[in-house]
């Protein structure tokens, strides 16, 4: 009997101590703050997972296709020729596309013509002059780009090959970051700022110095701990609920490079230094999943594109970590529409998603009540949704705002509306960041003599045909979630200074197909003029206080309830100048009041799919925002 126990003992331990084995990561005998670092490859795509990847790559549809999809890139790939110094933004961009595409071809399939294509921009970028560090976003990416290739391409490398690329991210990257690092009163340096250019900066030098760790592990330790306590700077605005206040398209240029910095700290050295702590990192994907309108697009306020949805790894990323399965679903929702071919794939770090890729977590689906706030503390957020299932739902999303922050525009109190696969009420994005003076955020800067950028251009109020004030704020006044007819109210009050003792916007969800929205303006005499505008792509008739907006054999309606003298019309948008970025197919609507009036009934305003359900709320009488509760 003590033998048989022996034997089984024996088998026990020695099955262990091989799974153990087979589990464990290979250690290098670099240390980074007193532990060992795992070897070459170590930087967002570990041995084990790209085995992992190509066993199920064969049995998932959808990774299948991926898979398949990256082969076809790839190829297109290997033809490109390569791009001449000097370097740039778009340059940059362009190699940490063709390097993370090529070198995870690479790893699938490991056909040495990726590797070679690899090989060959490395070589390129190492012999650049430099990669612009008066632009240093462009040095940061670069610096990916190559970190990314020197380490996937480790074992295939020459010695020589591996100088010249471990030179280059020296003098190149590393060396120049330690004296910003080490400056006293550079807040507004690339590595110590409030924006986007933080985070996507520090990853950089963070992905550069774990690459070449083994050759100088303190300089490597410097720059990982000096990014890690300067990206709270830009972090610390996503408190509490995850929000980005610089537009959805610097949300997801912030995050895929979030994403890079924890994965490669935590793969590497076991922890983050409790960035993914910090309030609201933990929301900031979920959030996005959760304001995104049924048909798929962003509300793209500030200096945004045209709203469509981002197809980044980030999702498969954050998914896993903060286990949200409905943020990994949405992604993998968008991965089959790419792979089937309903809309393109994005570029820049897209094909990660092979290497991170989530199989279905389950059927936990994003749920969306009728009204959920997004707090913080430039760009509250305010997302109104109807039933989805029910036909005719209305989608409205709203904002605060701080206009004289990064890429803001004067659109405090402005909202988008999608209804029917249409969206109704809309947001131009930014303009070319190339025109003079668009930079320049204080009241007088030139930034608001471009129409995209000012308040005309935006579904909220003008007095007396004034702009906004850029030093004022949009605040959360109050709201309510729970229970029927859920509201929100914004304090837009110092962005119209010198215009009105105060302003204030209120948006209520009346039913799956209507919303309210009510301005009380407090005029400072009885001859002013408010107007209420929308912009839109639909076309607009008027009948009285009615607006019918129609789109591809669909209506929606806006109804001026009061006060009794609204008057409605419709102009055709216009930019203020020839060297604007063109803008053709969209109106004005747009609703005037005098300020004599609006000192007596608030401007009350119906948006609905549903006409007769429009007609009915506007027989209703309601009550002032300080009523709202």
Aim: glycine content about 6%; hydrophobic content about 35%.
């Amino acid at each position: 009997m003590n033998h048989f126990y022996l034997v089984i003992s024996l088998f026990l331990f020695f099955t262990f101590c091989s799974e153990k084995q087979e589990n464990e990561i290979p250690l290098s005998s670099t240390i980074l703050f007193e532990e060992p670092i795992p070897e070459h490859p170590r930087l967002l795509f570990s041995k084990a997972d790209e085995e992992k990847i190509k066993e199920q790559s064969k049995s998932d549809p959808l990774l299948g296709k991926l898979v398949q999809l990256l082969k076809e890139e790839a190829d297109k790939a290997l033809e490109l020729p390569m791009i001449a110094p000097p370097n740039d933004l778009s340059k940059s961009r362009e190699h940490v596309y063709r390097v993370i595409t090529l070198g995870t071809a690479y790893r699938i399939f490991e056909d040495v013509a990726y590797a070679e294509g690899v090989e060959k921009i490395l070589m390129n970028l190492c012999q650049y002059p430099d990669w612009n560090p008066a632009h240093y976003l462009d040095v940061a990416e670069t610096t990916t780009a190559v970190a990314i290739g020197y380490d996937w391409l480790y074992d295939y490398l020459s010695d020589e090959a591996k100088e010249q690329v471990e030179k280059a991210i020296r003098e190149k990257a590393l060396t120049l970051a330690i004296p910003v690092y080490e400056a006293t009163g550079n807040e507004g340096s690339w590595a110590k700022r409030e924006t986007n250019w933080n985070v996507v900066c520090n990853t950089g030098m963070t992905l550069g110095a774990l690459a070449i760790a083994e050759k100088d592990p303190a300089l490597a330790e410097k720059i990982i701990s000096y990014s890690a306590r300067f990206v709270p700077n830009c972090l610390k605005h996503y408190a509490p609920d995850g929000v980005c206040y610089e537009g959805p398209g610097y949300w997801n240029y912030t995050n895929v490079y979030l994403s890079l910095l924890l994965k490669s700290l935590n793969d590497n050295i076991g922890h983050d230094f409790e960035i993914s702590s910090l309030s609201g990192v933990d929301k900031t994907v979920s959030y996005y999943v959760q304001s995104m309108s049924p048909i798929m697009r962003e509300f793209n306020f500030a200096n945004s594109g045209r709203g469509g949805s981002s197809a980044s790894p980030l999702f498969f990323y954050f998914g896993d970590k903060f286990n949200q399965p409905e943020v990994i679903n949405h992604y993998r929702n968008v991965l089959t529409d790419i792979v089937e071919g309903e809309r393109n794939h994005s570029k820049w770090h897209f094909f990660l998603s092979v290497a991170w890729y989530q199989p279905a977590a389950g059927t936990k689906e994003a749920t969306f009540p009728p009204l959920q706030v997004f707090k913080n503390d430039m760009n509250p957020i305010l997302a109104f949704n109807g039933d989805r299932s029910v036909d005719g739902s209305i989608f409205l999303t709203a904002k605060g705002g701080d206009p004289d922050e990064a890429h803001q525009q004067l659109d405090v109190g402005s909202f988008i509306i999608d209804a029917e696969g249409v969206r109704w009420a809309d947001d131009l994005g930014s303009d070319s960041y190339s025109l003079p003076g668009f930079w320049e955020y204080r009241p007088d800067g030139r930034r608001w003599t471009y129409f995209r950028n000012t308040n005309f251009s935006h579904n909220t109020l003008a007095i007396d045909n004034q702009l906004q004030h850029s030093g004022g704020k949009g605040t959360l006044a109050q709201y309510r979630t729970e229970g029927e007819e859920p509201f929100g109210v914004i304090d837009m009050t110092s962005v119209y200074k010198d215009q009105a003792a105060s302003a204030l916007r209120g948006f209520k969800f009346l039913d799956n197909h209507t919303m309210l929205i009510q301005d009380e303006i407090t005029p400072l005499t009885d001859n002013q003029s408010i107007t209420w505008s929308l912009i839109t792509s639909a076309e607009i008739d008027v009948e009285g206080t009615t607006a019918i907006l129609k789109s591809g054999g669909k209506q929606f309606f806006i109804k001026a309830v009061s006060p009794a003298g609204a008057r409605l019309h419709v102009e055709e948008a216009k930019t203020f100048s020839e060297i604007e970025n063109s803008l053709t197919g969209y109106q004005m609507l747009k609703i005037t009041v005098s300020s004599k009036e609006i000192k007596e009934v608030p401007l009350n305003v119906l948006a609905g799919s549903d006409k007769a359900r429009v007609d009915q709320h506007a027989r209703k009488d309601y009550a002032k925002l300080s009523s709202w509760k």
